[in-house]
């Protein structure tokens, strides 16, 4: 790809994405005071498990096949007939066993939402697939548009279904369910996905290649959700539903900054495993990060500053105290999660899953250790503490391993040292100290210090593109790695050892 050309379908998509996003996320701020207003903290508990557990059980139940398609999609050697019926087979196999396993629960626990979850289960798992299918086809405008719709049709029947009809937690469950069903339409509608669906077309090989490439992501998905949920539940049994309640609607206010991540990852994805076979790829990569470093840094800052405003409107009655959990959330989900992110979309580009799960299996146990010790004796702080520093974990590890992968000269001292600013001025706000204004201030100021000449290139690139100029990257030694097709990379992840590293370039028509 041209190098004017891969910065500039690098900041279209980014731009795409950033439009569905921010609305997807205004539509949320708006459905969350409904929900902290209508639920007490026990049922608002109750109903985001529900939510939890179905979005957590799908990459499991489904062989988290929805990535294997994107990434494979994404490559574009492949027919997309062969792609899309091997995913549906797959999906529609864990809907089955998911009906099984639910029905089984109901029989037990007879309450109404329990077997509502199968359709909710069902809708998701095949939306999730059409809408990675067609991010990796780069259609990226339907893509977005489809979260707009799923978002902005769930704020009318929550309210329906919660405020007019009081259905309560099954009440939710339905407009879960409804949104998502409307955008599961949307993607039948616009796309036609029925044209690639041809189960005949289906290779015993390619789909053993798609699932062994996805399997790495189902424990890498559930050890990202023992990441970031496993305290909660740490906390209703040391503590009480009450308490897990409003640690989850603290939890909402750093979904500002996964906004501004998921707005770049999103494009970001894309970019990186096509540019994994440019031999400039390292300047490439090595540019980008530190651009979307020095954004994260003062994305960070800015909504520590604004949480106490924030939360005036987020967190209705009971759950407005809540809010001094958010500031070192915000900063374990910026600077611990954000980074990791980034560093885990070189191992998906470079068909390297599995390296993405060891980094976050080794956070998740660092959460788990540090939860169950520390919840009891101080509640909820003691979440915050096993969050963040499961987060550190993985970011520290995936970028140790990303050099296995890639070359880049990206100062990682900066890094450490914005990280520790933040937490401080993190800290002043969540205990409420005097001259929170101020302390937000002096780390603005050491941020424009310590990445000046970051942000003096970023500024440059931004007026660049501005004037239509190309972009340069700067100059940084070329990538000498060489890239494996998607079959081989696959099969030889499952029996090499780190020390077998041969790698080989063959088109996938040769390798079959």
């Known amino acids: ?17 950033a439009i569905g996003n921010l609305t997807v996320k205004v539509a949320q701020f708006f459905l969350l005071p409904i929900l902290t207003l209508y639920f007490s903290a026990n049922d608002y508990g109750v109903s985001t498990t529900l939510a939890d557990i179905v979005e957590t059980i799908t990459p499991l139940l489904t062989l988290g096949i929805a990535e294997g398609l994107f990434r494979f999609a994404v490559d574009g050697s492949h027919k997309n007939e062969e792609l899309l019926s091997s995913g549906i087979m797959v999906v529609a196999c864990g809907c089955a066993v998911f009906a099984v396993g639910d029905l089984i629960i109901y029989a037990m626990y007879p309450q109404s939402y329990i077997i509502w979850l199968i359709p909710l289960f069902i809708i998701r798992s095949f ?30 029947p929550a309210a329906l279904f919660l405020l007019v009809l009081d259905m309560g937690i099954t009440g939710y469950v339905f407009a879960l369910m409804v949104s998502a069903f ?27 290649a798609m699932i062994l490439y996805s399997l790495p992501s189902v424990p890498n998905m559930l ?12 906390i209703i049994w040391f503590v009480g539903m009450d308490e897990k309640g409003l640690f989850t609607a603290a939890s909402k206010i750093p979904a500002l900054i996964n906004v501004i991540s998921n707005i770049f990852l999103q494009a970001w994805s894309i970019s990186s495993a096509e540019e994994c076979e440019d031999e400039t790829r390292n300047k490439f990569y090595s540019q980008i990060y530190r651009y979307y470093r020095v954004i994260i840094s003062y994305a960070v800052c800015l909504v520590v500053v604004a949480t106490p405003f924030i939360s005036r409107f987020l967190l209705q009655d009971e759950f407005y105290n809540a809010w001094t959990y958010s ?5 374990t989900v910026g600077m611990g999660g954000c980074i990791s992110a980034f560093f885990g979309a070189f191992f998906g580009a470079f068909y390297k899953p599995y390296l993405g799960t060891i980094t976050t299996l080794m956070g998740a146990v660092v959460n788990i250790v540090l939860s169950v010790s520390l919840v009891p004796f101080i509640g909820a702080y003691g979440a ?38 933040l937490m401080l001025q993190a800290v002043v706000y969540m205990f409420n100290l005097k001259y929170k204004i101020i302390s937000g201030a002096v780390v603005f100021v050491l941020l424009a210090l310590l990445y000046f000449k970051d942000i003096k290139g970023l500024v ?4 660049s593109m501005l004037k239509g100029k190309k972009i340069k990257a700067q100059s940084l030694a070329p990538a000498q790695n060489t890239i494996e097709t998607p079959v081989q990379a696959v099969e030889e992840a499952c029996v090499q050892t780190a020390e077998e590293k041969t790698e080989t370039a063959e088109t996938l028509d040769k390798t079959e």
């Open 1 to 17: 790809m041209a190098k004017a050309n891969k910065y500039k379908k690098l900041i279209s998509n980014s731009i795409i994405f």
């Open 127 to 156: 939306k999730k697939l059409l809408a990675e299918f067609i991010r990796g086809m780069g259609k990226t405008v339907i893509y977005s548009l489809s979260g707009i719709i799923e978002a902005i049709t769930l704020i009318g």
């Open 460 to 463: 440059k690139v931004m007026i």
């Open 223 to 234: 050890s990202w959700w023992i990441v970031q949920l496993s305290a909660q539940y740490v």
């Open 384 to 421: 915050i503490i096993a969050n963040a520093s499961g987060y550190v974990v993985i970011a520290v590890s995936r970028i140790l391993y990303s050099r296995k992968l890639v070359k880049l000269e990206i100062g990682h001292t900066k890094t450490a040292i914005s990280f520790v600013l």
């Open 327 to 331: 500031p070192v959330l915000i900063v």
């Open 182 to 208: 409307i955008a599961l339409i949307f993607f039948i509608l616009v796309c036609k996905p029925h044209k690639y669906v041809k189960f005949s077309a289906i290779k015993k090989k390619k789909l053993k």
